[in-house]
């Protein structure tokens, strides 16, 4: 709306500016504007020289080109005027309306579409149970299935692969044991476009702002929200590909932008200052193509390759003290050539090759997971390092597809031992910060041929996996 209304004003102008050169152009009642007393054509004035005399035929060819001129710009006008009232009346939706990855048109109901909320006080994520999604290559090549079963399944006899996403945020030892107590900080959102292509967020609040956990849940819905937009509107999906790296970062710093200012207006409604809702932010996009990430702040992100090999995905932003980083809610990082020991912020990056997990967290869980850096003892010097432990990945992963296997566990069930794994392991257990961990995983499923085969035992004991 805001672009048709702009689209508007720019008519405007054009019609005031167009209005006042013809007023200039166009010839007025009277050629000699000055005090002397006019001179008739063909007649020369006892008060003007010769030379100031305009002839009747040269009245007439001036007034001529000058009638043409005016005609031209007129026809141009109305041209222009035409077509961008034509592109107006195009582009609105109450004559086109857009339509979402789906094919459905965007206002009406679609349960799956339906963004993020907030289910408990480990501000975790209510996903939809629901289970049916299209891309534009599915809905010519999948059919439905007579047991009820409304699984899509694919022609090709390839594997179908969909993702299995953990996820929670739980209070740390110290905040829990305060008087009063401190809510949890940290917040996550996740959200699944279908069953390639989903969005992860983490934020984590700051210590010293009394508020920071409303701006971090904040935060975290309102980058779904955003990120899920552009996905759509740029069409990455239909496309099949991801965009290149300038494209990215420019897109990434615009919708950290945006956050940010939403955040702000935020506050205000909230009538408090920014900064007291300051939070850091990791926003991962994984799709079958590779991955999009971009952040401000600490916290790590990792991934594990085609080859099996896991890799760090961002670099933290740290200061030169502990626990010193940087929020979404600074004013540094606008101007775009903000670095923090050389490390641009906001960071943003590409992974242009399929993937077979990822994950993302807040800085409570980095001991745990990740090599962050060891003392060089010769140098007394902290030699900082970001690598994530494949055993500690890779056990989870596993441990995790072959009790959903066995158990026939749901997703909720999954995220509830999730939550119960980050509060009271012994890894986790005394952990002063709060603490965040999002893994995502690729399962594959049989193709068409053993689905047909075992698609009575699966109809009634059918799993519920994140969409």
Not at 52 to 71: H, M, P, Q
Not at 286 to 310: C, E, F, M, Q, V
Not at 378 to 396: S, V
Request: proline share 4%.
């Amino acid at each position: 709306m805001k672009r048709y209304i702009k689209l508007i004003g720019v008519l405007i102008v054009l019609l005031i500016f167009s209005a006042s050169i013809a007023y200039y152009v166009l010839p007025h009642n009277e050629i000699n504007t000055t005090s002397q007393p006019r001179s008739v054509p063909g007649q020369q004035s006892r008060n003007q020289p010769s030379e100031y005399v305009l002839k009747e035929n040269d009245f007439r060819r001036i007034t001529g080109i000058i009638n043409n001129a005016n005609s031209i710009f007129s026809n141009v006008l109305y041209i222009l005027t035409g077509v961008i009232l034509g592109l107006l009346i195009f582009k609105s939706p109450k004559f086109f309306p857009e339509r979402n990855v789906y094919g459905r048109r965007k206002n009406q109901s679609d349960t799956r579409n339906k963004s993020v909320t907030i289910k408990n006080k480990n501000y975790t994520d209510k996903a939809s149970t629901k289970k049916k999604t299209y891309t534009e290559e599915d809905e010519k090549v999948s059919k439905k299935k007579s047991s009820g079963d409304e699984r899509e399944i694919s022609l090709d006899n390839k594997q179908k692969t969909e993702w299995l996403i953990l996820r929670s945020s739980v209070p740390g030892v110290s905040h829990l044991n305060s008087d009063p107590p401190v809510p949890c900080q940290d917040s996550h959102s996740v959200f699944q476009l279908n069953n390639n292509w989903g969005i992860a967020v983490v934020c984590d609040g700051a210590g010293s702002a009394n508020n920071s956990h409303r701006g971090s849940s904040f935060a975290s819905k309102k980058a779904i929200e955003l990120f899920k937009k552009t996905i759509i509107e740029k069409r990455w999906i239909e496309n099949k590909k991801l965009p290149c790296k300038k494209e990215w970062r420019r897109i990434s710093f615009d919708l950290l932008l945006e956050v940010r200012s939403e955040l702000n207006d935020y506050a205000k409604s909230l009538q408090f200052k920014l900064n007291e809702l300051a939070c850091t932010i990791i926003v991962v996009v994984y799709s079958p193509h590779g991955l999009l990430t971009t952040h401000i702040g600490d916290g790590r992100a990792g991934y594990k390759d085609k080859d099996g090999n896991w890799r760090p995905l961002i670099e933290p932003h740290k200061g030169e003290e502990a626990n010193q980083t940087i929020f979404i809610s600074s004013e540094l990082w606008i101007d775009d050539d903000l670095n923090l020991n050389n490390v641009s912020v906001p960071e943003s990056s590409i992974i242009e090759e399929p993937v077979e997990a990822f994950t993302l967290m807040s800085d409570g869980c980095e001991r745990q997971s990740f090599q962050t850096g060891y003392m060089d003892e010769e140098k007394e010097k902290f030699i900082p390092q970001n690598l994530p432990y494949p055993k500690f990945f890779d056990g989870i992963v596993k441990s995790t597809k072959e009790k959903r296997k066995a158990q026939n566990l749901t997703d909720n069930d999954l995220n509830e031992r999730w939550s119960d794994f980050l509060q009271h392991h012994e890894l986790f257990k005394n952990e002063p910060d709060d603490k965040t961990l999002i893994i995502g995983t690729l399962i594959k499923e049989k193709n068409e041929k053993d689905f047909n085969n075992e698609q009575g035992d699966r109809s009634n004991n059918r799993s519920t996996i994140i969409r």
